[in-house]
């Protein structure tokens, strides 16, 4: 995932695909790449199985273990509630090369995308489903599983939330996706050749997915499908995060050939503790901006 500092990029439509009113939970393949986040894993299906009955189970689950040190597994006690887990190895480095694996093997017509730090709530695919509208991708909410500092930012700064296109008051839509939680109908991103593999970081190449999406046709939002997001990797996890950001600003930059360099800014929510995070934010971006 990337976060963008400002827009200045629109896509140019070459179809209008529309995809199908209806959707049933079977219809959809759940893919998550990990890399050494066992217990991320493990997290994600235990909540997965406690909020989730049987009657809104999806497809299958496909997780691909993308070069993690210790291989991942999947418990026993996760493969006997009647949902298929299917455990896939991708050696080609990055998470939209792991992505695009799952998205090979998935059987379902929609895929829903999230990360191994992300944990499910119980309106995490009923979401989806009341939202459809002949849009190709969705994108869903996704709020802090903590209540520490950090995550009180990251939540306020809607960092894992797109930004909106604002037609009229009836009609905001998606800039792009971000694939900590959304929803893309399969022919749509086999049409348009998955996620870029040549963006081997964990940024960029959701927000270049969503652009190619853009493409072929509209993206909406889903915001009553909720997936939490656990920031608990403190000071030099935000650091190394925003750096990485600033990274993927870079790669879309010269894929598209536009700038954009992160631009000083002032938290949504004010306060002195928001005022130093925000300070840093930037200074990260910039740093893996002119690194890159």
Same mark, same amino acid.
């Given at each position: 995932?990337?976060?963008?500092?400002?827009?200045?990029?629109?896509?140019?439509?070459?179809?209008?695909?529309?995809?199908?009113?209806?959707?049933?939970?079977?219809?959809?393949?759940?893919?998550?790449?990990?890399?050494? /986040?066992?217990?991320?894993?493990?997290?994600?299906?235990?909540?997965?199985? /406690?909020?989730?009955?049987?009657?809104?189970?999806?497809?299958?689950?496909?997780?691909?273990?993308?070069?993690?040190?210790?291989?991942?597994?999947?418990?026993?006690?996760?493969?006997?509630?009647?949902?298929?887990?299917?455990?896939?190895?991708?050696?080609?480095?990055?998470?939209?090369?792991?992505?695009?694996?799952?998205?090979?093997?998935?059987?379902?017509?929609?895929?829903?995308?999230?990360?191994?730090?992300? &944990?499910?709530?119980?309106?995490?695919?009923?979401?989806?489903?009341?939202?459809? /509208?002949?849009?190709?991708?969705?994108?869903?909410?996704?709020?802090?599983?903590?209540?520490?500092?950090?995550?009180?930012?990251?939540?306020?700064?809607?960092?894992?939330?797109?930004?909106?296109?604002?037609?009229?008051?009836?009609?905001?839509?998606?800039?792009?996706?971000?694939?900590?939680?959304?929803?893309?109908?399969?022919?749509?991103?086999?049409?348009?050749?998955?996620?870029?593999?040549?963006?081997?970081?964990?940024?960029?190449?959701?927000?270049?997915?969503?652009?190619?999406?853009?493409?072929?046709? /509209?993206?909406?939002?889903?915001?009553?499908?909720?997936?939490?997001?656990?920031?608990?990797?403190?000071?030099?996890?935000?650091?190394?995060?925003?750096?990485?950001?600033?990274?993927?600003?870079?790669?879309?930059?010269? &894929?598209?050939?536009?700038?954009?360099?992160?631009?000083?800014?002032?938290?949504?929510?004010?306060?002195?503790?928001?005022?130093?995070?925000?300070?840093?934010?930037?200074?990260?971006?910039?740093?893996?901006?002119?690194?890159?």
């Amino acid at each position: 995932m990337t976060l963008i500092s400002k827009l200045g990029y629109k896509p140019t439509k070459k179809a209008n695909l529309i995809a199908p009113l209806k959707v049933i939970s079977s219809d959809i393949s759940i893919v998550i790449p990990v890399n050494n /986040n066992q217990k991320g894993i493990d997290l994600f299906l235990s909540i997965f199985f /406690n909020t989730h009955g049987s009657k809104i189970y999806p497809r299958e689950i496909i997780i691909v273990d993308n070069n993690s040190n210790k291989p991942i597994t999947i418990h026993k006690k996760f493969q006997i509630n009647g949902l298929e887990i299917i455990l896939l190895k991708c050696s080609k480095i990055g998470p939209a090369s792991a992505r695009n694996l799952g998205l090979s093997c998935s059987k379902g017509d929609w895929i829903l995308f999230t990360d191994s730090d992300c &944990i499910p709530c119980e309106s995490w695919i009923t979401g989806y489903i009341d939202s459809m /509208n002949g849009s190709i991708g969705y994108a869903g909410n996704v709020k802090a599983w903590g209540g520490d500092f950090l995550s009180k930012y990251y939540e306020t700064q809607e960092i894992l939330v797109p930004l909106k296109v604002i037609y009229n008051e009836t009609n905001i839509s998606p800039e792009y996706l971000i694939t900590a939680n959304a929803l893309i109908w399969k022919p749509a991103i086999e049409k348009i050749g998955g996620f870029n593999e040549d963006i081997n970081i964990a940024a960029g190449e959701d927000i270049d997915l969503g652009w190619r999406l853009l493409e072929l046709g /509209n993206l909406s939002y889903a915001f009553n499908s909720l997936v939490f997001h656990n920031f608990d990797d403190g000071i030099l996890g935000f650091v190394r995060r925003f750096s990485r950001y600033g990274k993927g600003n870079k790669v879309i930059s010269k &894929i598209y050939n536009i700038d954009l360099s992160p631009q000083r800014f002032n938290p949504n929510r004010r306060s002195f503790i928001n005022q130093l995070l925000s300070k840093l934010q930037y200074i990260c971006l910039l740093w893996g901006y002119i690194t890159h």
